[in-house]
């Protein structure tokens, strides 16, 4: 069984000799990691019914995760398109949900957060607008999240004592999700994207690294830099139990496996004063990775947007994203 150590991914990120091979054992080694199966899970959907709106076909569907967990999502399409299309997984942050990302308002705009009293501003309908540009969005509650308690730090702390993580059994259902994209008669399976806003940003990442059927990924303020310098210099208290894996830095920082999956497209929406993800670390990300993408020959398939600004979805990142998707899918 092939494993992957510190020292590998080291020598390949100097290197930059990507080729599949590094690939595999990378996404190898952080399944491993998070105490997931290799193979490409099976899933067995469920429609409750669809809507048009807008020109839009709109499917309410779910499907069993790990621990007979019901998934909930939405599948969002041009009505009238034809033939199969790309596909863009869409993942929100810790107080959104699948409903805030298909609302008919496109934009910053006030949300209810389940079990809250009082509205916050948020990016809202984001899912839908990528349906109305021409592709298939699917808007999934992720685990932990909205109506789907207990909280995901708790679901995190238990699974642990069970030899589990928290971030795998989130992991576990996006891949299911991606099993039944690559199944459906009007998708196009080579044309996959995942990308998200904070929580999201962090599972689209980690998406990318570990399911060679994810094309390209674009996260947004997810937390993606250097967990290594995160534990040292951040705020540690600011990422809760499921984005800290257990044992990862025995065999790699988020760069060192970002540059054995490289070429594979790969965009980072990464303001400067997102407590999140500290320029610093972000810095060496992009110090580590780029070089992989140069000697690979496709140095635009890895693009950092590091402008000023805070932990944010603006329009800006939309539309930075929309373009991305636009050239890799």
């Known amino acids: 069984m092939m494993r992957i150590c510190l020292s590998l991914l080291l020598a390949v990120s100097a290197t930059y ?6 690939a595999a054992v990378a996404r190898k080694s952080f399944i491993d990691l998070l105490k997931l199966l290799e193979k490409h899970p099976t899933v067995e959907v469920e429609t409750h019914g669809a809507r048009i709106e807008e020109g839009l076909r709109i499917e309410d569907v779910s499907w069993k995760g790990l621990d007979d967990e019901t998934v909930p999502a939405f599948v969002v399409r041009p009505e009238k398109a034809t033939g199969r299309l790309p596909v863009i997984i869409c993942l929100h942050g810790s107080s959104g949900s699948r409903d805030s990302m ?9 949300w209810m957060r389940y079990g809250r009293d009082e509205p916050h501003t948020r990016m809202l309908g984001w899912a839908r607008e990528l349906a109305r540009r021409g592709y298939i969005a699917l808007s999934m509650t992720q685990r932990g999240l909205d109506r789907r308690g207990p909280a995901i730090n708790t679901q995190s702390n238990v ?4 030899d589990r993580t928290g971030m795998g059994a989130v992991l576990h259902e996006i891949r299911q999700a991606v099993t ?4 459906r008669p009007d998708v196009d399976p080579q044309r996959i994207g995942a990308t998200g806003m904070s929580f999201g940003g962090i599972t689209s ?35 809760g139990t499921y984005w ?3 044992g ?3 065999k790699g920082d988020q760069a060192d496996f970002a540059a054995a999956i490289a070429p594979k497209p790969l965009m980072l929406w990464a303001p400067t004063e997102d407590i999140g993800m500290p320029k610093e670390g972000v810095d060496q990300f992009v110090a580590k990775v780029r070089p992989a993408y140069q000697q690979a020959g496709k140095p635009s398939g890895f693009v950092v947007h590091q402008q000023p600004g805070k932990h944010s979805f ?9 373009a991305f998707f636009d050239k890799n899918l």
């Open 17 to 22: 000799a990507q080729t599949e091979p590094f």
């Open 102 to 110: 298909v609302t008919k308002q496109f934009g910053p705009g006030e």
């Open 159 to 162: 699974l642990l004592t069970q």
């Open 180 to 183: 039944y994209l690559s199944e």
């Open 205 to 239: 990442f980690y998406m990318w690294v570990i399911d060679d059927r994810i094309a390209a990924a674009a996260p947004l303020c997810g937390g993606v830099g250097s967990v290594d310098y995160f534990g040292r210099k951040g705020r540690m208290s600011y990422h």
């Open 244 to 246: 800290w894996v257990p």
């Open 248 to 250: 990862m830095l025995a």
């Open 314 to 322: 603006t329009m800006a990142a939309f539309e930075a994203m929309f």
